[in-house]
Every structure is written in C-alpha cells, then in structure tokens.
C-alpha cells in the first residue's frame, strides 16, 4: 500500500509540476465542486524561485474541497511569498492524502476533521503525524431549513410557511411542505454530500427517527451541488430542508435556521449502534504535518502554530470563489489585503513585509 500510495503521490506531484494546475474535486466538503485555478509563473514567480532554490521544495494536501482551497492558498502565500520557499499541491482523496502525510510523503495537511476523520485521534496519539493547531474551531452542522420558512420575510413578502418547525422530528408533520417534486407523496431531504461522515450520520439518524417513512432522501455528489439546490429554492423563497455545514457558501450567504435534535452532543450516542441520535459535533479542523516536516523546515512551525481562519471568513472565501469561477487564489488575495492586522500576527516583520510587497502588486 505505501508503495502505491509512493507512486500515486509522485505521479500528482509530477502532474503538477508540468502543468501548474491543481486538480477538481468536491468537498467536505465538496462545500464546493471545481478545480482550483491555474496560472502560468510569472516572472516575479520565476524569480522568486531562484531566491528559494536553496530551500527544500514544500507539498501540501489538497483534497480539493472549497475550503481547503481558500485556506492552501493564503498558506501557499504565506510560504511561498512571505518565507520564499517553493511550494506546491498534491491532489487525491482525502484519505489518501492523510496516509501520505503519516508515510511522510506530504509535508502539510491543513483541514484534517479532529472528529469527524475518524481515525485522526490515534494517528496523532501514535505519533504517526504532527499536530499544530486548529485552522478553526467553529465547525458547526446540522439539519437546517431558510429562516423565512419559520419567521417569514417581510422584505420579500413571505408569510412564514412553518411556524411550528422546531426539530428534526417536527419535519413529519410537514412532508407536503416539502413534497418531492417527482413522488409528492413524500417529502425532500438534500443529504450531505456522500464523501461526508455527515452522510452515514444522517442516513442512521432520520431512518431512527422515522423521516426515512416520510421523506426521499437526495445525496449528491458535492456541497457545492446542495448549495445550489438550496440556492435556487431560497431565491424564490421555496421550502428546503437539507444538511448545513458552518463553511459552506450558503451558510456564508443565507439566513438559516438549524432544527434541534434529540439531544445536546454525546458522545456516548454519537455512534452508529446508537444511531447519532444527537447534535452533530461542533468539529475543530486541524493543521498538521508529517513527522519529518519539523527537520525540513523548522523555521514555518510558529506559523503553522497560529495559522487560524475562523469559519466565517473561510465561508466567505468560498463565496468569493463561487462567484469568480473557482479562483481560490482571488479570494485568499482579496481577503488578505483586507485583513493584514490578522495575517501580520503569524509571521514576524520581516515575513509580513515580504507578504505585503506581493500583495501591493495584485
């Protein structure tokens, strides 16, 4: 298995380096579908290269999801711009990425789930990859409809349409609200996408509640195609009922109201022998590295030890993205020449000043 994921890694890197792109994929988070942009070196890059030839060459995972996207590029900035090192994406599934970080044929991996990637506890515990921080802490998610449906808007003249819908269990009582429209006898659920935990824990959890008699479920293939499912019904103030992610563009976008469920997080109950008949976890988002990283390049610990972007900001960048064809790198520009007083405190003045000056010339 090593050697293959060896030679899988090195064929990605190869790929990339001929052709500077990084690969399409969906994430978590799907959040998100489409491939992350492409450029030609520049010259400045070209030159900076030479700068850095000294330095070892840096690789970071890049499962392709929205927001590791947003996140690798103002990382890549950083590192590249700011520390002069080169430094380039490795693609493939996320799993696969996680397995070459710990075999230490990936530097860096920045969006590892600390719950919801199930094993990460004890790869970290056994020593087998390195733990710097969280990138954000504020994984929030959940089983979400428009607020209008529950408060109406009057901006928009719409009456609220549910106004007694208050948990997961209550959505039973309003199956012809959400009627399918290929089998209106029964309601429409948009799942997670189906590469998420969150899909297996939603397929356990409304079949234990009961929603599963009632209601279709609808997975597909990536958060980007549910937040287009949501998009489209919430412009024409239209029921919707699906799984919400905290980085997500329609959370970044939409008002929207989070159904309760049968209990607070357990632990204990969060298991599929019990079915997950509680709140989703609020997940924390680890950066990390493999354990021959710190001899490679000691000087990026501290950064990577106060790199953080909170999800709101990571939302936002994948709105920024949605909307500008994918472009993870506008929108790590574009939120970094915003927002130098928080960029500034991961690096020292030199660093920053380094950042800055390629900033200026964007």
């Known amino acids: 298995m090593k050697k293959f994921?060896?030679?899988?890694?090195?064929?990605n890197l190869l790929f990339a380096s001929l052709t500077g792109c990084a690969a399409n994929s969906g994430q978590q988070e799907s959040n998100q579908p489409s491939a992350a942009p492409s450029a030609e070196p520049s010259a400045e890059?070209?030159?900076?290269?030479?700068?850095?030839?000294?330095?070892?060459?840096?690789?970071?995972?890049?499962?392709?999801?929205?927001?590791?996207?947003?996140?690798?590029?103002?990382?890549?900035?950083?590192?590249?711009?700011?520390?002069?090192?080169?430094?380039?994406?490795?693609?493939?599934?996320?799993?696969?990425?996680?397995?070459?970080?710990?075999?230490?044929?990936?530097?860096?991996?920045?969006?590892?789930?600390?719950?919801?990637?199930?094993?990460?506890?004890?790869?970290?515990?056994?020593?087998?990859?390195?733990?710097w921080g969280a990138i954000h802490n504020d994984g929030v998610q959940g089983v979400y409809v428009p607020s209008y449906m529950i408060n109406g808007d009057k901006e928009r003249g719409i009456d609220p349409i549910t106004p007694d819908l208050k948990t997961i269990k209550d959505l039973i009582k309003y199956k012809d609200i959400f009627a399918d429209p290929e089998d209106p006898t029964k309601g429409l659920f948009v799942n997670a996408p189906a590469d998420y935990l969150a899909a297996t824990v939603l397929d356990h959890k409304l079949k234990a509640y009961g929603i599963t008699d009632h209601f279709n479920i609808l997975t597909l293939g990536s958060q980007?195609?549910?937040?287009?499912?949501?998009?489209?019904?919430?412009?024409?103030?239209?029921?919707?009922?699906?799984?919400?992610?905290?980085?997500s563009?329609?959370?970044?976008?939409?008002?929207?109201?989070?159904?309760?469920d049968e209990a607070e997080y357990d632990p204990e109950l969060y298991t599929p022998e019990n079915n997950y008949i509680c709140?989703?976890?609020?997940?924390?988002?680890?950066?990390?590295?493999?354990?021959?990283?710190?001899?490679?390049?000691?000087?990026?610990?501290?950064?990577?030890?106060?790199?953080?972007?909170?999800?709101?900001?990571?939302?936002?960048?994948?709105?920024?993205?949605?909307?500008n064809n994918n472009d993870a790198r506008g929108a790590a520009i574009e939120w970094m020449k915003a927002n130098a007083e928080s960029w500034s405190t991961w690096v020292d003045d030199k660093v920053a000043a380094n950042i800055q000056a390629y900033l200026d010339k964007q």
């Open 5 to 11: 994921i060896a030679l899988f890694i090195a064929t």
């Open 45 to 131: 890059a070209e030159s900076k290269s030479e700068v850095s030839s000294e330095k070892p060459k840096i690789t970071y995972a890049e499962p392709g999801w929205q927001s590791s996207m947003f996140v690798n590029q103002v990382m890549e900035i950083v590192i590249g711009e700011g520390y002069g090192y080169p430094i380039e994406p490795v693609n493939a599934t996320n799993v696969a990425l996680v397995t070459a970080v710990t075999n230490n044929e990936v530097d860096i991996h920045t969006y590892i789930a600390e719950i919801a990637f199930e094993s990460y506890q004890e790869l970290k515990d056994s020593g087998k990859i390195l733990e």
């Open 224 to 247: 980007g195609a549910s937040d287009a499912s949501l998009d489209a019904a919430y412009k024409k103030g239209e029921p919707w009922v699906g799984y919400g992610f905290v980085v």
């Open 249 to 260: 563009y329609a959370y970044g976008q939409y008002d929207l109201f989070k159904l309760e």
């Open 279 to 323: 709140d989703f976890p609020h997940d924390n988002y680890m950066v990390t590295s493999s354990t021959s990283f710190p001899d490679k390049a000691p000087e990026l610990l501290d950064f990577l030890k106060k790199f953080h972007l909170s999800g709101p900001i990571i939302s936002k960048g994948i709105g920024y993205m949605t909307d």
